[in-house]
């Protein structure tokens, strides 16, 4: 059973990773020290000259924009008794790994290629007359098996969130939900090389802003506000004014804003509006193009179709990987 922490108010953010991390030791210590792409290729790289100049341009940057959240950080790190380093490089996993060196991957001598995997998230998303759906499918990495937890989190300022969480990074690179009727699924999508500028604000900082959002409008504000290292796609829901927003987001500024209506409208890990170059990804393909033939009518449509396993090689509903 997925456990939940039910934390708050506390003194201050950093009090709140102290617990959370706490709360969470065994967990966290378990996915790091099971998680090979951390161990093999993240942690080796850490140790280099070349990696200086990253990892203190993402410390800085973040740790600027967002005090409360990188406050947050270090307190889950002492909490859990894990190197402060460990928690940096998994929470800029994303920001990191397109640095990492040709070599380095290639001279490790552990498979990782099931633990680096791209994530297999899917959403449905719709806004008639009838009914407003947002459903998500989180497929993530199979490292993360048994390493993620719900943090129920109330604030000094009363405002209360739900997140679900990775183990030892911050609510929530998922989903979550907060008392202002404000809610968000996330979807990785795969830039080319080309479209990652190095050490700029991390996804999971801004996704823990996202859980004090006042509003699908504020939420939005707050992604289109922060320079982004490497894209995603977030899908903001405001169940106050019952609207839905499919944001999909690159580095340096690029922001495209679609608004879901009465059309169904799904969306896997690949770019569908804004206009990015993109690494070719078969299994986004492959559900994007599953999905589009699937009944798409009703609440149980929804369900349905995030649980489909039609596709042999790459089902919306992954519960095998494929190499």
């Not at 290729?41 to 600027?64: D, G, H, V, Y």
Request: hydrophobic share 40%; aromatic share 8%.
């Amino acid at each position: 059973m997925l456990e939940m922490l039910e934390i708050g108010p506390c003194d201050n953010p950093y009090q709140m990773g102290f617990l959370t991390g706490q709360r969470f030791s065994k967990k966290i210590r378990s996915r790091l020290s099971s998680d090979l792409v951390l161990q093999n290729q993240l942690l080796p790289f850490a140790k280099t000259p070349e990696s200086q100049a990253l990892i203190k341009a993402l410390t800085i940057n973040n740790q600027k924009k967002f005090p409360k959240y990188w406050d947050e950080l270090l307190g889950t790190a002492e909490g859990s008794g894990v190197p402060v380093l460990y928690m940096i490089l998994i929470n800029f996993r994303k920001e990191i790994l397109p640095f990492l060196p040709k070599s380095a991957a290639a001279s490790s001598n552990v498979d990782t290629s099931l633990y680096n995997t791209p994530d297999d998230c899917s959403d449905v998303l719709v806004v008639s007359d009838t009914m407003a759906i947002a459903a998500h499918n989180e497929d993530a990495n199979v490292a993360l098996v048994g390493h993620t937890y719900i943090i129920k989190a109330t604030l000094p300022n009363g405002l209360s969130f739900v997140g679900y969480t990775y183990a030892g990074e911050l609510p929530s690179c998922a989903f979550g939900f907060n008392s202002n009727g404000l809610a968000f699924t996330l979807n990785s999508v795969p830039p080319s090389e080309a479209e990652i500028v190095a050490g700029g604000i991390g996804r999971n900082f801004i996704s823990r802003d996202l859980l004090e959002a006042t509003s699908i409008d504020d939420a939005l504000s707050k992604i289109q506000s922060s320079e982004v290292s490497v894209g995603h796609s977030y899908n903001l829901i405001d169940i106050g004014t019952r609207r839905i927003l499919n944001v999909e987001t690159a580095s340096r500024n690029r922001v495209s804003v679609h608004e879901v209506g009465a059309t169904p409208f799904f969306h896997a890990n690949m770019y569908l509006h804004l206009q990015v170059e993109q690494v070719d990804d078969d299994n986004s393909k492959g559900r994007q193009e599953r999905a589009a033939v699937l009944p798409k009518r009703s609440k149980d449509d929804f369900l349905s179709l995030l649980g489909d396993t039609d596709h042999k090689r790459y089902p919306i509903y992954m519960t095998v990987i494929f190499t």
